[in-house]
């Protein structure tokens, strides 16, 4: 029998809530605020939390949080109730994983399909998934479900509320909705080009013959990939005016999309990890016979200097950021396929220095 834990400050509702669900056939507990909630949840353990936002003592949104910080509760699935085209609601709901809303007013055919639609959707996802979710936390660690998963439960949420309920949205709550899809379907493809990155890198490695064809590629135009990448990078942080260019051409034994991914990834991360007003810079030139890329930045620092401690899915920066943690994985693997070095230099407080270089064709 599936448990269900309603929260609600409002007695009536909650208790007309119970009843309908108890009737329907689930074990059903209750809580009159957030802080009750939170410790029925950890006590009952429940698959469902139906839950109100606005409460006394502690609000949904801090009961979620909290839960979803549990390792027992972190995936519970959750049920907002709120007040009909309250957008910022739903938004900050979505930021802290809930899974669906209800809008308020409600009937209770309403209540009982939206429980029975979440249900159903976890018994799905169960049935088709489990194996492949078994694998890949396994292999890669939980980080990258969470990377994965939240944007694609944003947009079924989000494509759900367009579906059932556009007639009744503004225009401005439609436009605010297909921008999170949009932001969200970028950050999945962001992540998935990291990931395929890395898994080619690392078949290249395996495969000589694959990798041989590879090197018989080269960039010419060097300068050119640089000064591009950099300023695009420069301009997603609107920071211009921070980017200082020192860059000279010579053709190295690098494929161009290699080269563009080293430097984007580089640069984009010292704008990221750097306050802005201070300077960036990228200078490429001829030492020692192999043309050196140095990207510099007077940010935050990262913790240790040596590359090859770096693994991937783990986070190295002291920063909030979410990600895979790919990125700097992938340059190393990418530098040592194509005979090239590779150092990092950093103080905290004080800067990163990355130095990448290859041969000159």
Known sequence: MKKILIVEDNDLLRDNISEILELEGYDVCSASNGEEGVEVALEKQPDLIISDVNMP???GFEMLKKLR??????????????VKNTMDDMRQGMNLGADDYLAKPFDMDELITAVSNRFDRRNIIVQQEVDKYDKL??????IITNVIDQPLKNIER???????????????????????ICDDVSS????????????????????????????????????????????????????????????????????????????KELVDNAFKYSPASTAVKISANNVGGDYQITVQDRGIGFPFDDIDSYVPYI???????????LSLVNIRNIVKLFDGKISVSSDEEVGTSFKVSFPIA
């Open 69 to 82: 910080a549990q390792e027992t509760t972190k995936i519970t699935s959750f049920i907002f109730l709120t």
């Open 158 to 180: 989000l494509s759900e509320l367009l579906r059932t309920e556009a007639e009744g949205l503004k225009t401005e709550d439609i436009k605010e909705i297909s921008r999170i």
């Open 188 to 263: 999945l493809r962001y992540e998935i080009s990291h990931i395929l990155l890395y898994h080619k890198t690392i078949s290249l490695q395996d495969h000589p013959e694959q990798l041989k064809a590879y090197k018989e590629n080269y960039t010419s135009d060097t300068a050119s990939y640089i000064k591009t990448t950099s300023l695009s990078a420069a301009q997603n942080h609107r920071r211009e005016n921070d980017l200082v260019m020192a860059i000279n051409d010579h053709p190295i034994k690098v494929p161009a999309d290699f080269l563009t991914y080293i430097t």
């Open 315 to 325: 986070h190295v920066a002291k920063t909030d950021n979410n990600g895979l943690g």
């Open 57 to 59: 003592k502690m609000d």
């Open 137 to 142: 936390q396994d292999g890669v660690g939980k």
